[in-house]
């Protein structure tokens, strides 16, 4: 999830009608948790995990909240818990809600799986080492916790924890929907020499994917990255095959499941075999198709200098206009078999930020860990590929330049890598895909801030009926922060804080298209 959000409140809530909602008496706003309830492609309603109330010196009182699209509160429970319990992630299916708490002072993680309206479905509860539910701050170390969700339609849900074995290794587990059923747990080999980091690219009811990254040590830049394919109905492993075609690595970024065909596209970008993945520059984009059984039924790769220089203004080594690099965002297929990738131009810099703290940390016989690069994020760029992954047009959607600061060590990150960290931390200006199946069209929703007139927009740019219409919404308040929803085709959510008053409120704003 980008851009979670947690909030603190005193015990005063206050809903209104209609297309917008209120909380009043916002204690705190931090960095953590709040969610929207996906059907389809459309967002159907949102759900909010909150403090009410300090119960006493060790113990707090919180609440779920849920809306719907119309911002009408539709159900909430309370939860009694520690004051050290946080909500780390939460996923809709299309069925339930599944809430993935974790405990710092206990070293427990809690599962609280809910329906649309609250009612409680199951919960579960487990220890785990207090290692294996820290962030390590190395940029280079790549051992980073994993507490993500991944919701499974008609299914339930997978999660997946990096786990201390011999050496840093994973778990998968798989909490189905209804309480009665089975669920399963997938782990890494305890024995490993070597450290083991997944993430999930994504699953239907048949199929379980994931990105698999193994490599000697901590400090190792050698790295090999697989595919896994784990059996949604008994966890089972069907596949895993290394990522190189003899000649390249290969690591993908991004996966597109069809459900008419049951294939699975992934597109990513290939390195030459001799140059180390974590450093060096990739040689163009890779796309494969693989059927439910793992094999591949379709390989091609588009080298930057090749056939991508026709239509992108980008060198041998994937570099646009000697300004930046492409992040893959999501892909959308349309009526007419054509593929959509959407990405967006990144590039790294200097910080002056982090210059500037470090050189006064230096004045004072100190040091800094405020990093010294940073990502400068530009242009949207729409990538159109025929059903055999020609790439047939490009169309850029210009915006103002923004910036990600990093965290000391990561400026020595491969730049494909880079990329994702400041996905997962919201750096990026894009912010969801929209698909409209029925009209055959989609919309992509991006934040755009135009710093000459001080004004911030949300922007929608929409294909339908084979042509591009762009819309934007003023962000026209002083909120200290504010995100951005999906909600019903044509509409988004904007939920703003407003720390004068602590007051959190949410609205519907339509586009046009």
């Known amino acids: 999830m980008r851009r979670l959000i947690f909030i603190a409140l005193l015990c005063c809530t206050t809903f209104m009608y209609g297309q917008q909602a209120s909380i009043e008496n916002v204690r705190a706003f931090k960095l953590k948790n709040a969610g929207t309830l996906m059907e389809g492609n459309e967002g159907n309603g949102y759900y909010f995990f909150y403090e009410v109330e300090k119960k006493d010196r ?49 070293n427990e993680i809690t599962y609280r799986q809910y329906s649309k309206t609250g009612e409680l479905i199951s919960k579960s509860t487990e220890e785990v080492k207090s290692k294996e ?14 507490t993500g969700v991944l919701g499974v339609k008609d299914k339930g849900f997978l999660s997946f924890l990096n786990r201390k074995y011999k050496k840093w290794g994973y778990e998968v587990k798989f909490i189905p929907n209804s309480k009665g059923e089975k669920g399963w747990s997938f782990t890494s080999d305890k024995a490993s020499k070597e450290i083991e980091a997944v993430s999930l690219l994504g699953a239907n009811k048949d199929l379980a994917l994931l990105s698999v990254i193994r490599r000697p040590g901590l400090m190792s830049k050698k790295m090999d990255f697989y595919m896994l394919g784990i059996d949604m109905n008994t966890g089972k492993k069907l596949f895993e095959k290394k990522m190189s075609d003899g000649k390249n690595s290969i690591m993908v970024t991004s996966t597109f499941f069809d459900e008419d065909t049951e294939e699975v596209t992934l597109m990513g970008y290939y390195y030459d075999s001799e140059e180390r993945v974590m450093s060096g520059k990739s040689q163009g984009i890779m796309i494969k198709k693989m059927d439910k059984k793992g094999e591949y039924i379709f390989n091609q790769n588009l080298a930057w200098g090749g056939e991508l220089s026709k239509k992108l203004p980008v060198d041998a080594k994937g570099k646009l206009d000697d300004k930046g690099f492409l992040y893959f965002h999501e892909m959308t297929k349309t009526q007419d078999g054509n593929y959509h990738l959407i990405a967006e131009q990144y590039r790294k810099a200097a910080s002056g930020a982090g210059i500037a703290l470090g050189i006064a940390a230096a004045a004072l016989g100190g040091t800094s860990n405020a990093g010294l690069t940073k990502i400068v994020v530009e242009d949207l760029y729409i990538l159109e590929f025929s059903p055999e ?45 929209q698909e409209n199946k029925g009209e055959d069209a989609f919309s992509i929703v991006y934040f755009d801030y135009n710093r000459q007139e001080r004004e911030g927009y949300i922007h929608t740019l929409t294909k339908i009926e084979g042509e591009y219409t762009n819309d934007k919404i003023k962000r026209d308040s002083d ?12 509409s988004v959510g904007i939920m703003e804080y407003f720390r004068k008053n602590r007051t959190l409120n949410f609205r519907t704003e339509k586009f046009n298209y």
Request: glycine share 10%; aromatic share 14%; proline share 2%.
């Open 479 to 490: 909120a200290l922060y504010f995100r951005i929803l999906p909600n019903k085709h044509g």
């Open 58 to 106: 060790k113990t707090r009182v919180y609440s779920v909240k849920f809306l719907d699209a119309n911002m009408n509160e539709i159900g909430k429970k309370t939860i009694t818990g520690s004051k050290y319990l946080s909500l780390v992630d939460g996923e809709y299916n299309g069925d339930n809600l599944l809430l993935k708490f974790i405990d710092f002072k206990e």
């Open 389 to 433: 992954f020609e790439l047939v047009a490009v169309n850029i959607a210009k915006k103002q330049k923004s910036s990600f600061e990093l965290p000391q060590g990561y400026g020595l990150v491969n730049i494909s890598l880079l990329g994702a960290f400041v996905d997962y931390y919201g750096g990026f200006d894009f912010n969801f895909l």
């Open 133 to 146: 539910i820290l962030v390590n701050p190395d940029g280079n170390s790549l051992v980073e916790n994993s």
